[in-house]
């Protein structure tokens, strides 16, 4: 007959991982994920805001180009701000109208009373607002545009 042999605990080889070893290396991978998820959405707001702000220098080429047709007078804006009358108005110098990404808030358009001045704005998801006005003055404010922004 042939030698049996009997088997060991410390002759048998270890293969795979213990608990604690998964547990450690999927937490790392977790905290990994967890800060480039952070870093994702925020890339994506600034991305939303240059989207904004593009939008809004774009209403500017047009206001211009509607003012050079009208007189240099600019289009009448709603009581509220909203853009939608001001998408009508210039429905020949811009190719659709331009929305805000997130849809709400929507941009900001007010005219001065004499049709010679202007302002547009947009809320930034980073913070502030961004805003536009006729006299070529353009930045970041703390608080929403208004009437009576850029000193109209």
């Known amino acids: ?15 795979g991982f213990t608990l604690i070893e998964l547990l450690v290396t999927i937490s790392i ?4 994920v967890s800060f480039g998820a952070a870093k994702y959405i ?3 707001k600034q991305a939303r805001d ?3 702000k593009s ?3 774009q209403y500017r080429i047009a206001l211009e180009n509607y003012a050079t047709v009208n ?12 853009i ?13 109208c331009l929305h805000d990404p997130r849809t709400t808030p929507d941009y900001l358009y007010f005219v001065s009373a004499d049709r010679i001045s202007w ?23 703390s608080s929403a545009p208004t009437d009576s922004s850029c000193d109209l």
């Open 50 to 52: 240059t989207q904004r």
């Open 42 to 44: 925020t890339s994506e």
């Open 29 to 32: 991978i977790g905290i990994l």
């Open 55 to 57: 939008d809004l220098a």
């Open 84 to 96: 939608g009358t001001l998408c009508t108005n210039l429905g020949n110098f811009i190719a659709s």
């Open 119 to 141: 302002v547009l704005g947009a809320a930034l998801e980073t913070g502030g607002y961004w805003e536009i006005c006729a006299n070529g003055k353009s930045g970041k404010i």
């Open 71 to 82: 007189g240099s007078l600019y289009p009448l804006s709603d009581a509220t701000g909203k």
């Open 1 to 15: 007959m042939k030698d049996i042999k009997i088997l060991r605990y410390k002759d048998i080889k270890k293969k």
